[in-house]
């Protein structure tokens, strides 16, 4: 598949990095990124936070850009897509309420089709209960819901991340070196200097 394309899950307060760097660096890379949103339409935006690790019991939460959709929700065809990503924030909260977002990410885990979720994205997979028998980590407070949702949390560094098959995931966008390079090279990449 040339220029492939991938499918990239936003909805308000999702995480500032963990959109932007995801979608421009995919972008670099050569692939057509199509970031969509439930009831918005291309160029329409969603409004980000930023959530930074600063030395309390968890991270705080500041507001971070506006982030420009380039393509309707409602308009998308799965079979086009070769990936899913779904970043973390606050979005996943209210996106796994949406049975057409479930939908979506049961169709790529049931086509084995590459998936990276970091941080809260993980809420939408288990939302979705294609977690069952499957290792992943995500950032350590949705720990619980992988595990009640079948399965089996890794803990991880902040930097770090994991891939168990065709799921590429990690705990925040600290681990965006770690979490792209994995998710490029499930999605059959390979990157030279």
């Not at 028998?133 to 991340?161: H, M, Q, W």
Request: net charge negative; charged share 20%; aromatic share 8%.
């Amino acid at each position: 598949m040339s220029n492939p394309k991938l499918l990239l899950l936003a909805g308000d307060f999702v995480e500032d990095y963990e959109i932007m760097v995801p979608f421009q660096t995919l972008l670099t890379l050569g692939y057509e990124v199509h970031a969509v949103c439930p009831g918005k339409k291309a160029g329409e935006q969603v409004r980000t936070a930023i959530h930074d690790f600063e030395g309390d019991q968890t991270y705080s939460e500041k507001p971070g850009h506006n982030f420009t959709l380039n393509a309707d929700f409602e308009a998308i065809t799965l079979s086009d897509y070769a990936g899913l990503v779904i970043p973390g924030g606050r979005a996943p909260e209210y996106l796994r309420l949406n049975e057409q977002v479930l939908d979506v990410v049961r169709d790529f885990m049931t086509q084995n089709k590459p998936v990276a979720a970091i941080c809260h994205g993980l809420q939408i997979l288990s939302a979705a209960g294609v977690l069952k028998g499957r290792s992943c980590t995500a950032y350590p407070a949705c720990g619980p819901e992988v595990t009640l949702a079948g399965g089996d949390f890794i803990s991880k560094n902040v930097n770090e991340a994991y891939v168990d098959g065709n799921l590429v995931t990690a705990p925040a966008w600290p681990a965006h070196p770690a979490w792209i390079r994995e998710f490029v090279k499930v999605l059959g990449a390979k990157i030279q200097l």
